[in-house]
């Protein structure tokens, strides 16, 4: 019977179809207007595919198949566009994996920590970007690490590990967040003295964009102190992009759209003409840069080291591949910590008692006097200082716990599968699991899941791991974060500088925050606060 009735309904269609052209073509030639003609014809083929569309929905509805329950059609997720990550939440809550109906395939949705080890971990090698997301990312992400899998992932892989791993590295990148937060600390007792109000989503986006640039490449960028509008223009044209990209996942027809060059398409090129420009001169700078050895730390910054593989190589690393390296690394790098940190700063204004708390331990690990400079101050934030703050690294996790900087991550089916919990996943189909969801679930958490809870972390006043297949913030198994430690280390050097100095509050207490659906979760319109002196 389920065989049967889709075959039927096509049948049907077809003959619909083609009775609606006949008479439309008949009234063409008794003089009916070829727009009147075009416009049917459209309408009946949309109406057409939409009854192909809902007998295969059907069909997934009430077959037994041993698939995963079917939560909705995917028409839903543009429905739901803007809580995108809430409407997940709120399915997850009555099946842990779940599937949406696509004309094509399905979509499982998942939030078991089982399930997610078997993606991320045990079969590793079924699980990976797929080339239904590498040709959404691509015009944007173009060939780098977070769009490729198989050999280019590797490659890039295997040189960033070894970066990332490096003492040289360590310090240095130690050095710039120093830097940048003492600048941060300056720009805000600015704002403290003079009663401003401060978007410190902002202030944190350039802050992480200047330590990426000058730890990634080699190079100083400054947008903190906003002297350079060229890369004011590349932040604001990257951002939109994301935004863009992201929407193509519920955007049907954004291959027309791109072809057409129209709507989002038509701005996503332009943004994307922007930030090639940018990245373009970046990679020009580093090779005049290490041609004429000015170069003052010689090969210890990632750029230098991909640069450096390009001249042993240069068929197959070409500009255009540098290019989209260096533009994850700056995705990587600059929304995951400076997202984190906004929303940290959001709940320790919600939680007052957790903001002192961690004011106090930073003051107890550093030592610090009151009447200290900023710059004094952040040199007094040494390896043996950050580990003392346990609370602090407790409270960033609860954050992210809560706020994953990436809410949602894709992959795909290579073959048919069958995931730990017994049911059917066929090749093909997209396979995500959902952090942010995963972090609200009582069935992983406990009854307090949704409450900011630092101490959840803390066994005896130490911070304690939890499994990275239940805490997915930063991913799991042979893809985990690469710059996890770097990130930590970036974001407790900057909020122990802000919170030394300041008490902060929200500008507006009863309007609750929200984000901008797009691959990191950002804070929509930022987040506004007033920064009071604590010395
Ligand atoms: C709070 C901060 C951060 C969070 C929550 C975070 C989270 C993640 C997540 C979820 C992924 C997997 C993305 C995917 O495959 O689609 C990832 C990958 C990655 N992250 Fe991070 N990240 C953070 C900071 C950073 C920083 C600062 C860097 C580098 C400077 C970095 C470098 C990378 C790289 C290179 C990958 C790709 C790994 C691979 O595909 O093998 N991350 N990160």
Same mark, same amino acid.
């Given at each position: ?27 063409? @030639? ?6 009147? *003609? ?7 083929? !949309? =109406? ?10 059907? &069909? ?77 990312? &691509? ?28 003492? *040289? ?26 009663? /401003? ?27 903190? +102190?906003?002297?350079?509008? @060229? ?11 994301? !935004?863009? *990209? ?23 090129? /332009?943004? =994307?003409? !922007? ?8 990679? /020009? ?11 003052? &730390? ?27 390296? +260096? ?44 009447? =200290? ?27 992210? $716990?809560?706020?994953?900087? *990436? ?5 795909? +089916? ?38 900011? &809870? ?12 939890? +499994?990275?297949?239940? @805490?997915?913030?930063? /991913?799991?198994?042979? $893809? ?20 030394? @100095? ?31 002196? $604590?010395?």
């Amino acid at each position: 019977m389920m065989e049967i009735l889709p075959k039927t309904f096509y049948m049907m269609g077809i003959l619909f179809f083609a009775c609606t052209a006949f008479f439309l073509l008949t009234g063409f @030639f008794v003089g009916v207007s070829f727009i009147l *003609v075009v416009v049917g014809v459209l309408t009946f083929f !949309v =109406i057409g595919l939409a009854a192909g569309f809902l007998v295969i929905y059907i &069909r997934e509805l009430i077959s037994n198949n041993n698939r995963h329950p079917v939560a909705g059609p995917v028409f839903n997720l543009l429905i739901h566009f803007n809580r995108l990550f809430d409407y997940q939440t709120s399915l997850a809550q009555k099946y842990s994996t779940y599937r949406l109906i696509t004309p094509f395939k399905s979509d499982v949705y998942t939030a078991d920590p089982v399930n997610v080890e078997y993606i991320l971990k045990t079969k590793f090698s079924n699980y990976g970007k797929g080339k239904f997301n590498s040709n959404l990312m &691509r015009d944007l992400f173009g060939d780098g690490i977070f769009a490729v899998d198989g050999e280019k992932w590797h490659h890039q892989r295997k040189l960033a590990s070894y970066e990332f791993s490096t003492k *040289v590295l360590r310090d240095f990148s130690s050095t710039v967040f120093r830097t940048n937060a003492a600048k941060l600390a300056s720009d805000v007792s600015i704002a403290a003295t003079t009663k /401003q109000m401060i978007d410190l989503q902002d202030l944190f986006m350039k802050s992480t964009l200047d330590s990426i640039f000058k730890v990634g490449f080699g190079v100083e960028l400054n947008t903190l +102190s906003g002297s350079d509008e @060229f890369s004011t223009r590349f932040m604001k044209a990257f951002d939109d992009s994301n !935004v863009i *990209v992201y929407w193509r996942y519920v955007d049907l027809l954004w291959k027309i759209k791109r072809f057409l060059n129209i709507g989002l398409e038509a701005d996503l090129k /332009q943004n =994307i003409k !922007v930030i090639d420009n940018f990245v373009y001169e970046l990679i /020009q700078q580093k090779r005049e840069q290490m041609k004429n050895r000015k170069l003052d &730390r010689g090969k210890e910054d990632i750029l230098s080291r991909f640069l450096m593989e390009s001249a042993k190589d240069p068929e197959n690393m070409t500009d255009k591949y540098l290019r989209d390296i +260096s533009l994850n690394f700056i995705i990587a790098g600059k929304d995951t910590s400076a997202n984190t940190l906004t929303w940290f700063f959001y709940m320790l204004c919600r939680h007052p008692f957790v903001q002192e708390k961690i004011a106090q331990e930073v003051r107890e690990a550093t030592e610090a006097e009151d009447n =200290i400079s900023a710059d004094e101050f952040a040199n007094k934030l040494t390896e043996a200082a950050l580990e003392k703050m346990w609370y602090l690294h407790a409270a960033l996790t609860e954050t992210l $716990r809560l706020y994953p900087a *990436v809410p949602v991550d894709g992959k795909n +089916s290579e073959e048919d599968d069958i995931l730990p919990d017994g049911f059917k996943v066929k090749k093909g189909d997209g396979v995500n699991y959902m952090a942010y969801a995963m972090g609200r679930m009582t069935y992983i958490w406990g009854e307090d899941a949704a409450d900011f &809870r630092p101490e959840r972390w803390l066994d005896n006043g130490i911070f304690r791991a939890e +499994s990275s297949f239940k @805490f997915t913030a930063f /991913q799991a198994g042979p $893809r985990i974060c690469l710059g996890k430690e770097f990130a930590y280390r970036q974001m407790k050097i900057l909020a122990s500088s802000l919170l030394f @100095f300041f008490k902060f509050k929200l500008v507006d207490e009863s309007k609750e925050a929200t984000y901008r659906t797009m691959f990191t979760l950002h804070m929509d319109k930022g987040l506004h606060l007033y920064a009071f002196s $604590r010395l």
